[in-house]
C-alpha cells in the first residue's frame, strides 16, 4: 500500500489508564494511529451501546502520525462513532486494550475490551483485544506490548477472515514463552456476590468471585496456556450459531 | 418430577414493560414463576455487568406460584444475582423478554434480552429469549405469548444442549405461519448517527441507523424468516472458538 497502514486503538479502562497508552507507543511504528476511546473507566461493558442519551468526543492531541480522541461513550459506542464518523478512511487494524486484567473462557462475552473488537469485526475492521493477567493500575505490561506489536504486525500482513477476530491474552510473567492458538475455556464464575449494608442498612451485593474452569486439563483451552507461561490466542467469530444443532432442533420443533 | 417446574422470567425494557408481564402470564400455566427483572429499561445492556457499584433487589409481589422482584442491575446482574443468592434452587428454564423490538442477525451481540439468556446458558439453565418486531410501548403480544409458550413446554421436555441458548423472534404480524429454525444473518448496521447540538452548541450523536443485510437472499438466514411471516428461531453459543480458523493462525504465528 501507499500510504501507511491507519490503526485504530480503543479499550475498556478508558483513554488516560496505562495499558492504551502503552498500547499506543508500541504500535506507531506501525502505522498512523488514532486512539479513540471512553473517557473514563468502562470495564463489564460487553458490547453495550448507549442510545437513549447523544453521545460526545473530544479531541485530546493531534501529533505527527497520532491522534487521539477521548468519548462519552462505551468501547463499542466509540468504535462506531469513529468508524461512522471521525476517521477518514476505513482502518486497516483495531487493537482494543491492553486491558487491565483477564478476558480469557467466557470473559469475552462480559469484556469491553472484546466488546470493541467484536464490533470492529462487523465493520470488516481486521480486529484485536488483548489483556494482561494482572489488573492493577501499574502494572508492567512490556511483554504485552511487545507481543501485540508482533501481533499487530502479522494481522496487518496477512488479514483475518470475514467475521473473525482475535482475544490474545498475556500472562503477567517477565518473559512469556510465546503464543499459542487455543480454544475457549468452558466454565463459569461461582460465588459471585459478597453482601453488605448499605446507609439505610438495606442488604446490597458486590459482584466478586473466582473462575471456575470445567475442563481445567482440556487440552487446548486459554486458561491453561496461561498457566503454562503463554500468551493464549484465541480466534473467535461474530456468528454464534450452533449449526451441529439445527436439524435436531427442527425436528424438536415439529413434534 | 414430582415439584412443579421454576420458570425464572427477566428482560431488559424493565420489570414494568408489558412483554414481560404478558409473557408472565403466558408462562404461569408451565410451572412456578419467579420473575427477576431491571426496576427500569435497560436496552442495549449487551452481557453487561455491574462491578463498581453494588446492586439490591425489591420484592414486588408474592402470591400463588408467581413472585416478582425489582433489581437495580443489568439483565446479566438479575440473572447472576437471582441464581447465587435469591432462588432456592436452580431453576429449570429461563425466559428473557418479551422484548419490545427485534433481536435478529447480529442485534444477539448487544442485546440485553440476549445478555440474559446468555448468563442463564452458562449457568446451565435452558435459556430463551424471546423478541416482538414491534418496539412500541402498546404493542401486541398476543402471537409471541403464544410462541413462546410453545417453545418453553418444548424447552422443558426437551432441554438444550450444554452451552446453547436460543433466539427467537416474532413478526408483528396478526397470524404467525410457526417457528422457523435459522441461522444468524450477517450483515450490519450503516449511517449509525444522526448528529444535533446539545445545549452549548456543541455537536452530540444520537444512536439510529438501518440493518443492512449482507446476503439478504441467503437460505435459512433469521431476517428472511420475518419477512416471510414465520418466527425465526436460532440456537446460539456460548463457545465463540472459530475452530476451522486454528490451525491456519497457527501457521501465521509461527512464520
Redesign the interface.
Given at each position: 500500500m501507499t500510504e501507511k497502514p491507519l490503526i485504530l486503538i480503543t479499550n475498556d479502562d478508558g483513554v488516560w489508564a496505562k495499558g492504551i497508552n502503552e498500547l499506543t507507543n508500541s504500535l506507531k511504528q506501525l502505522g498512523e494511529v488514532v486512539v479513540f476511546a471512553p473517557d473514563g473507566?468502562r470495564?463489564?461493558?460487553?458490547?453495550?451501546?448507549?442510545?437513549?442519551i447523544?453521545?460526545?468526543?473530544t479531541l485530546l492531541k493531534k501529533e505527527n502520525g497520532l491522534t487521539i480522541y477521548s468519548c462519552t461513550g462505551t468501547p463499542?459506542?466509540c468504535v462506531?462513532?469513529a468508524v461512522?464518523?471521525v476517521l477518514h478512511r476505513q482502518p486497516d487494524l483495531l487493537v482494543s486494550g491492553i486491558n487491565h486484567g483477564t478476558n480469557v473462557a467466557?470473559c469475552?462475552?462480559?469484556s469491553g475490551t472484546l466488546?470493541a473488537a467484536?464490533e470492529g469485526c462487523?465493520?470488516d475492521v481486521p480486529s484485536i483485544g488483548v489483556s494482561l493477567t494482572d489488573h492493577s493500575a501499574h502494572a508492567d505490561f512490556s511483554e504485552a506490548c511487545r507481543l501485540s506489536n508482533q501481533?499487530a504486525a502479522?494481522v496487518l500482513k496477512?488479514g483475518l477472515?470475514k467475521?473473525?477476530y482475535?482475544n490474545l491474552n498475556v500472562p503477567d510473567i517477565p518473559q512469556v514463552k510465546g503464543?499459542k492458538?487455543c480454544?475457549?475455556a468452558?466454565g463459569?464464575w461461582v460465588?459471585?456476590?459478597m453482601?453488605?449494608a448499605?446507609a439505610s442498612g438495606?442488604?446490597?451485593?458486590?459482584?466478586t468471585g473466582s473462575f471456575k474452569n470445567t475442563y481445567p486439563e482440556d487440552q487446548g483451552n486459554d486458561t491453561l496456556a496461561l498457566e503454562e507461561g503463554y500468551a493464549s490466542?484465541?480466534?473467535?467469530?461474530?456468528?454464534?450459531?450452533?449449526?451441529n444443532?439445527?436439524e435436531q432442533?427442527?425436528s424438536?420443533?415439529t413434534?
Open positions: 473507566p470495564s463489564g461493558m460487553s458490547s453495550a451501546i448507549t442510545s437513549s447523544p453521545i460526545k468526543y463499542v459506542d462506531k462513532l461512522n464518523e467466557i469475552v462475552n462480559y466488546g467484536i462487523i465493520f501481533l502479522l496477512n477472515p467475521g473473525t482475535l503464543i492458538v480454544h475457549q468452558d463459569r460465588n459471585e456476590y453482601c453488605s448499605n438495606e442488604p446490597v451485593y458486590w459482584l490466542l484465541v480466534p473467535c467469530k461474530i456468528d454464534v450459531t450452533n449449526y444443532y439445527i432442533l427442527k424438536i420443533i413434534e
